[in-house]
C-alpha cells in the first residue's frame, strides 16, 4: 500500500498563490494515477485535479480550471498542485490520492476509485 504525505498548505490571501506537495513512498508510483480532492468544514470531499501515470493527461474540476494546474515528477515519486488566483471559497483540506492501475478518462474524479489517501493539509485563503 502506497503511503502519501502531504505539504504546502498554509494561510494567503485571495489573489495569492500555493503549491502543495504530495511525496510518495512507492518504488512504482508510476503505476498510480494521482489526484488531489478537498473538503470544507460541512461539505463533503470533492475533486480538484488528477493526472494520469505519465503525466500526459489531466483532469480538473470546474472550479479549478484556468487556476491549478496538477503535475508529476516519477523520479521524485511526487505529485504538485500549483494554485494560483486563490479565492476564500478554496478554503479547504486538501488531501492527495492514488489509484493503482488503469484508471479510466470518467473515473478520474470518482473518490471511491482511489486506494489510498494522504493526512491532508490545510488551505486557507482570506479575503
Known amino acids: 500500500q502506497v503511503q502519501l504525505v502531504e505539504s504546502g498548505g498554509g494561510l494567503v490571501q485571495a489573489g495569492g498563490s500555493l503549491r502543495l506537495s504530495c511525496a510518495a513512498s512507492s518504488r512504482i508510483f508510476s503505476l498510480y494515477a494521482m489526484g488531489w480532492f478537498r473538503q470544507a468544514p460541512g461539505k463533503e470531499r470533492g475533486f480538484v485535479a488528477a493526472v494520469n501515470w505519465n503525466g500526459g493527461s489531466t483532469y480538473y474540476a470546474d472550479s479549478a480550471k484556468g487556476r491549478f494546474t496538477i503535475s508529476r515528477d516519477n523520479a521524485e515519486n511526487t505529485v504538485y498542485l500549483q494554485m494560483n488566483n486563490l479565492k476564500p471559497e478554496d478554503t479547504a483540506v486538501y488531501y492527495c490520492?492514488?489509484?493503482?492501475?488503469?484508471?479510466?478518462?470518467?473515473?478520474?474524479?470518482?473518490?471511491?476509485?482511489?486506494?489510498?489517501w494522504g493526512q491532508g493539509t490545510q488551505v486557507t485563503v482570506s479575503s
Open positions: 490520492a492514488a489509484a493503482k492501475g488503469s484508471t479510466a478518462a470518467q473515473d478520474m474524479a470518482v473518490r471511491q476509485r482511489y486506494d489510498a
